[in-house]
DNA sequence: TCTCTCTTTAGACTTATTCTAAATGCAGAC
DNA sequence: GTCTGCATTTAGAATAAGTCTAAAGAGAGA
């Protein structure tokens, strides 16, 4: 995904492309690593000619989240992380590590309804947790 | 459950049942509601003699999920919850209310053996969110 | 150019949780 | 029954994640 094609995403999602907003944006669509804000922070500020001040990335962070940019991830206690792949799938934490893996929706079987009349499901999430094998 | 249990269940965890532990767990023994840590805190300070530090709610808390007595639940960002159903078994957030609800293991098809043979699930949780219709 | 509004910034603030160091409470040894 | 040692509890300090604030900056349109 090069630059014009997030600037037009940003866009058609109603948030403003600024440079802030596209370096983070461009972080989190070209990793698998599922960061967190901090991560985040890490990761673009020297992409800037200026300070990035850590508001704006929880601020964008955010605004990407409402606009549907991006997901939140959460798989452990107190760690928000932020994933810029928002089709359904799941997530596989490696107990060893902690890294988060992708697990895609149509790997596993689909849940919606089997909750009867009283819970209307709008979505789900599944988290693994276990061993990764074959070290890759 | 009555005290002599509690204490049985404690022992057998191998966790000393001090007055402190022993409300705790008896709360959350007796509670549906997966309370956090400062609503455990609030519940039963005055079933105590003397001062409940914030402190030893959060050890305990934390000494009775290593046990395998409690376990946490995550299912909104920052908020980490306790659950005395060990039992397997998921849970659906009503997005109106906040409120949290158990979903029986058994409600839901088992995903354990789906994934492939590169990751070992040794557990799994699924967080639904929706509406709650017929309001209970 | 002027102005309005949105965005960014640094740092203060809040909230959740952990750490620390001192006091307390028992259980076993004597 | 007293002593002693270890686990537990306590209040408050410290840390960490995230939000808020007030001022500065930047761009779009009049
Ligand atoms: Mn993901
Ligand atoms: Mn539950
Ligand atoms: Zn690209
Ligand atoms: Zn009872």
New interface residues.
């Given amino acids: 995904m090069e630059a014009a094609e997030i600037e037009e995403l940003l866009t058609r999602k109603g948030v403003k492309p600024t440079p802030q907003r596209m370096v983070i944006a461009d972080f989190l669509l070209h990793t698998f690593s599922h960061p967190t804000a901090d991560e985040v922070l890490a990761a673009v500020e020297n992409r800037l000619p200026c300070a990035l001040s850590r508001a704006t990335v929880y601020n964008t962070l955010n605004s990407l989240v409402a606009a549907g940019v991006i997901q939140?991830v959460?798989?452990?206690?107190?760690k928000?992380r932020y994933d810029a792949n928002i089709s359904e799938h799941h997530h596989?934490v490696d107990?060893k590590s902690g890294r988060i893996?992708d697990?895609p929706g149509d790997?596993?079987?689909k849940?919606k309804d089997?909750?009867?009349?009283?819970?209307?499901?709008?979505?789900?999430?599944?988290?693994?947790?276990?061993?990764?094998?074959?070290d890759?």
Same sequence: chains 1, 2.
């Fill in positions: 939140e959460v798989t452990e206690a107190g928000t596989f107990r893996f697990i790997m596993v079987p849940l089997n909750l009867g009349d009283k819970f209307q499901v709008h979505n789900y999430q599944i988290t693994f947790y276990g061993d990764l094998l074959e890759a």
